[in-house]
């Protein structure tokens, strides 16, 4: 077995990596390309080993914990519990393809060292969000990742990025205030208190009823920023002007996840869902949900950016997730967290094969998809099992994770829900089946500038990312009831809140 | 009955030194005006603190020399530094603290060649 | 007197021997006193400190007269903190000093000793336990700071230097006099009298305005930000980091322990004019040209901030505050170190030649994100521990206004700090300077950087600190 030492040094272990790499990007300048290329995947590497051994033991029943006190009764607390390897395996699996995906794609960009400095930065902000064991540490990283995503979205420096930065920087550092002031009053109220399944507040509701009801809706609202609740969402379609792999990596893994994270981790280890329920919250929460799934959706139907619809479906999907936790219950719980995972797949899917198009073939917009399918075939044949699983068809992924919210919503009594499920259903294939018609039914039109020529080890690296994270897609659906799916963990952690 | 006399004098005196102060443009018109400030203040440290005993206090004498001796070397400092600015710059005028023309008079003459801080 | 009340002599006889040394030495020697002067009573702090830690406070009284007709020193935790910023912005600030003003050359006699002096009074103002000899001390460091401000010899420095002469010898004389009604209420000068219920209004009234001039809080500032941004890089480190707060330090102590009670509605007051510093000097910051003018006007915003202790006056509140002024205080000087060789590589600190800067200096970039990261309070650096300490103690206190406050003073200075970012880092380089000057030797920058890394690390571990500013002041609730 492991030694307690082991048991402490893990979690920051898997934090730290990342920012080693960081530190030596930096330091190395931008000329040292191989060594990045090799610095990058070595990380990424180590890292996912380290998240699959502690997952491993977790199986087995071990308990990871690493405590700092930063303040007389304020600590830092980083740990492994069932939903931290979900998001923590998530990231690291989707950042080692996302590197190679990034290396590829940045072949001739100025300023990498810059850019991948920050984005191994983005990495331990997210593990350490994924990892925290307390709200103080969850803020904390939360924060971090703020600051270490802004120099991404303004990477190209052009007067659109640096006003989408600026966008950016509005909304998230507001919703970190609303954050720190809901932390503060917490922490006065109940003092430093641990990540506990069921929540830690049940005690005080009887005398701080009200004040309770305050902090939820500001800890929903300063994680709602990030995770898209409508309306606060006006970041992320102005986000798009970032390179493709940092739209891939914000609307994936890293900071729209992490907001839905936020929300999971208040509902379910904070409070508890009773403890919401009990506060009159659980159907604003899925109010709020619903709207986003729906007006997202429409939202989406009327762009005709590519990226920006792909930016408003990530709105209305990562609303499933909240959903899914606030109806409750086994069935639907699991199809939310599950959710986390499987939107990722297919979503980072849909932002390469975007990334791919328009980097080799100028493509922008929706109408210059047209027969895309025969110049690019693996691409487009990558594209559409995303596009296929977003709107749910089976044995994809995204089937499995709205089967679930619907079997839990009807189970919870909740028609009204499946009604919305539903209606997002019939609006995600009113927005990415004309797409799918246009790469492969319609006559290829004109492109916009010629092709653009790269290497074959680049193409071939952009390529094979979609196409891994596409294979997941289908893969992970068929074989959603092995042992060790994601789905079979999700019910394991599921189970551990909803009996 | 007299103090009350003493720290009438000194108050208007004060308030004096600190309009010139504040409103002239002039160095030599602020130094002048500081130390018309410092000599009201001696008087009103010399005449507020209470006797002992019918005897003068000592200790607000104390204070007020040592006052004196630092005020002395302020306004040799201060002549000083008037002194290069003047050889830099031609004249001895900085923006007034408050705008002149805020209280009804006239601009300073050197109102535009005075030296705010300029950006370098 | 114990060993450690001698100590206290060091902290203020070196420097100002060294000051008297320093001028009348040829050139050749002149280094070794400058090294002695700087690093020597930075080291006396470690013993105090180990005295403060174990006894709260280190008085020394001199030739066993006893106030109030005597003079007496005392140092406590407060005083520590400040001397700690004191010295290792001194240490840091160094290397810069020695490149501009080289101690070899017969002309930079005066600087050193000016610098020397600046030290002595600040140490000495810290260092006060009368009102009478803080006059004095404060005096002595306004006029060692407006001389070495002049170093600059530029029409705008002597100009700024002028202004802030005037203006503080206007504040000073308001100190005066309401020391003066003091003893006339009270019979005694000292800092710290029990048993006075409370001061008389005018007489606390004016002390504190005459303070308000010094430490530059709104409306009082104007001085300010010309000073610091046409001062010498080093001049203006030191004076951001330690003779602003030496004149707030003085303010609160007059505040709380001067008398038994301060009165509570001036405490809003005041917190309200703290309130108003802290936002206007953000927006102004904000709107600035020059990088040094940005950072002055960020100073005037986090004395206001500091100003909030006194609505909020509790234990954590001043363990808050207390933290701040150390992190606060290392991140300044560690801006205006980066600003410096900024200058001197740039030709000039004009915002629109930036753009570029993280590949020319990349080390005074870093600089400025670190500290920048402390003046926004994003944890885990030193500026979150004050401000979640002062956080808390608003909560405490049902203070819901300073807490909306406090939370808010961090976005408005992540709107100029995130400015500053943009444009060094991020925006394109096609209008920068292209004539770049010899670059200063690197130590001056990792000095900084040191700095502001200091400023961040304090954060992580910030119980030595915290556990010394423990015992509150009196007068503060608990």
Not at chain 1, 244 to 261: D, E, N, Q, T
Not at chain 2, 52 to 63: H, K, M, S, T
Not at chain 3, 99 to 112: C, K, Q
Not at chain 3, 148 to 167: E, V
Request: proline letters at 6%.
């Amino acid at each position: 077995m492991i030694s307690p030492w082991t048991t402490q040094i893990l979690p920051p272990a898997v934090v730290l990596v990342s920012t080693l790499a960081a530190i030596v990007i930096f330091v190395a300048g931008e000329a040292r390309q191989r060594l990045r290329i090799w610095v990058n995947l070595t990380a990424a590497l180590l890292k996912l080993l380290l998240v699959v051994w502690i997952g491993l033991e977790v199986l087995a029943g071990t308990t990871f914990m690493f405590r700092f006190e930063l303040l007389p009764g304020l600590e830092l607390i980083l740990h492994a519990d069932a939903l931290s390897i979900l998001f923590a395996s998530l990231s690291a699996v989707l950042w080692l393809v996302t590197t190679v995906y990034a290396i590829a794609y940045l072949e001739h960009s100025p300023n990498r060292a810059r850019f991948f400095g920050f984005f191994s930065l983005c990495v331990s902000a997210t593990m350490g969000i994924a990892m925290a064991g307390n709200l103080l540490t969850l803020f904390l990283f939360y924060e971090l990742l703020t600051l270490t995503t802004w120099p991404l979205v303004v990477h190209n420096g052009t007067p659109e990025a640096l006003a989408a930065g600026r966008s950016y920087l509005r909304y998230t550092l507001t919703g970190g205030v609303v954050l720190l002031t809901a932390l503060v009053w917490l922490y006065g109220l109940a003092g430093n208190a641990v990540f506990t399944p069921g929540g830690f507040l049940a005690p005080l509701a009887a005398e701080h009823g009200g004040a309770l009801t305050l902090i939820f809706v500001m800890l929903v609202a300063g994680f709602g920023v990030k995770a898209g609740l409508i309306p606060l969402h006006g970041w992320l379609p102005k986000a798009m002007v970032a390179p493709a792999p940092v739209s891939a990596l914000l609307h994936a893994v890293a900071v729209v996840k992490a907001g839905a994270f936020g929300i999971i981790r208040t509902v379910e280890d904070v409070y508890g869902l009773e403890l919401v329920a009990e506060l009159g919250m659980r159907l604003p929460l899925i109010t709020v949900a619903s709207w986003t799934i729906v007006i997202g959706s429409l939202l989406a139907l009327r762009e005709h950016h590519l990226k920006r619809r792909l930016a408003y479906s990530t709105v209305s999907q990562v609303s499933y997730i909240v959903l899914g936790i606030a109806v409750g219950g086994l069935l639907a719980t699991s199809g939310g967290m599950v959710h986390l995972v499987h939107q990722g797949l297919m979503k980072i899917t849909l932002f390469f094969c975007a990334g791919i198009f328009g980097l080799l073939l100028g493509v922008k917009r929706i109408d210059q998809l047209d027969g895309l399918g025969r110049r690019m075939p693996w691409v487009s044949g990558a594209f559409t099992v995303a596009a296929l699983g977003m709107i749910g068809l089976p044995p994809l992924v995204g089937f499995i994770s709205k089967w679930y919210l619907a079997s839990g919503a009807l189970a919870a009594g909740m028609p009204l829900v499946l009604a919305v499920l539903i209606t997002s259903a019939l609006l995600n294939a009113a927005y990415f089946l004309p797409l799918v018609r246009r790469l492969w039914l319609n006559p290829p039109g004109t492109l916009v500038e010629a092709p653009i020529e790269i290497g074959r080890l680049p193409r071939l690296a952009l390529m094979s990312s979609a196409v891994a994270t596409a294979a997941l897609v289908v893969v992970l659906g068929v074989l959603a009831a092995h042992p060790l799916s994601p789905l079979n963990w999700v019910v394991k952690i599921a189970q551990g809140y909803a009996p | 009955m007299t103090s009350a006399v003493f720290v009438l004098v000194a108050a208007a005196i004060f308030g004096l030194g600190v309009h010139g102060l504040l409103v002239s443009a002039h160095i030599m018109r602020k130094l002048l005006a500081l130390n018309l400030m410092l000599s009201a203040l001696f008087l009103l440290l010399i005449v507020v603190p209470a006797t002992i005993d019918g005897r003068p206090d000592p200790v607000p004498q104390a204070l007020v020399l040592t006052g004196i001796v630092i005020a002395v070397s302020t306004t040799a400092f201060a002549l000083a530094l008037m002194v290069r600015l003047f050889r830099k710059q031609g004249h001895a005028s900085i923006h007034p603290d408050i705008d002149p023309r805020l209280l009804g008079r006239k601009a300073p003459s050197k109102a535009n060649k005075t030296a705010q801080g300029d950006d370098r | 007197m114990t060993p450690a009340a001698q100590l206290l002599i060091g902290l203020v006889f070196v420097p100002l021997s060294t000051a008297l040394v320093a001028v009348l030495l040829p050139p050749r020697r002149r280094r070794w006193a400058v090294v002695l002067g700087g690093l020597a009573w930075p080291c006396l702090l470690v013993p105090l400190s180990m005295a403060v830690a174990r006894e709260q406070s280190v008085v020394m009284v001199f030739g066993g007269w006893a106030p109030p007709l005597g003079i007496g020193w005392r140092l406590d935790a407060l005083g520590l903190v400040v001397l700690w910023v004191h010295a290792l912005a001194g240490i840091a600030a160094l290397p810069s000093a020695w490149r501009r003003f080289d101690p070899d050359l017969p002309e930079s006699g005066p600087f050193w000793s000016l610098w020397m002096i600046l030290a002595t009074g600040v140490n000495l103002a810290l260092l006060a336990a009368d009102l009478f000899n803080l006059y004095v001390a404060l005096e002595l460091t306004t006029l060692a700071a407006v001389a070495l401000i002049a170093t600059d010899d530029g029409i705008a420095a002597l100009a700024a230097a002028m202004r802030y002469l005037l203006l503080a010898v206007l504040g000073s004389l308001m100190y005066v006099l309401g020391v003066g009604l003091v003893y006339a209420q009270t019979g005694s000068l000292a800092m710290h009298q029990p048993g006075i219920e409370a001061l008389n209004n005018v007489a606390l009234v004016l002390m504190l305005t005459g303070l308000m001039v010094k430490a530059a809080i709104f409306p009082l500032h104007v001085w300010l930000p010309h000073a610091y941004s046409n001062a010498p890089g080093p001049v203006a480190a030191i004076m951001a980091a330690v003779v602003g707060k030496a004149a707030l330090v003085a303010f609160w102590r007059i505040w709380f322990e001067t008398a038994e009670a301060p009165p509570a509605q001036l405490a809003d007051f005041l917190g309200l004019i703290g309130a108003a510093a802290l936002v206007y000097g953000a927006i102004a910051a904000y709107l600035q040209p020059r990088l040094k003018m940005v950072i002055a006007y960020s100073s005037i915003s986090h004395f206001g901030f500091l100003l909030l202790l006194l609505p909020l006056a509790s234990q954590q509140a001043f363990q808050g505050a207390g933290f701040h002024l150390l992190a606060h205080g290392l991140a300044k000087a560690a801006m205006f170190l980066a600003a410096a060789n900024i200058v001197v590589v740039l030709g000039s600190d004009s915002i629109r030649h930036l753009p570029g800067l993280d590949k020319r200096m990349p080390l005074e970039a870093f600089t400025l994100a670190l500290a920048g990261v402390t003046l926004i309070g994003l944890p885990p650096s030193g500026g979150f521990t004050g401000k979640w300490m002062l956080l808390s103690a608003a909560w405490e206190t049902g203070g819901w206004f300073w807490l909306v406050l406090i939370v808010l003073s961090g976005l408005m200075s992540a709107a100029y700090v995130f400015r500053i970012l943009a444009l060094t880092c991020f925006h394109p380089a096609r209008r920068a300077v292209h004539h770049l000057h010899p670059r200063p030797p690197k130590i001056t920058s990792l000095a900084a950087l040191t700095l502001a890394l200091l400023a961040v690390v304090i954060g992580l571990y910030p119980h030595p600190v915290l556990d010394l500013l423990g015992a509150g002041m009196p007068g503060m609730v608990r």
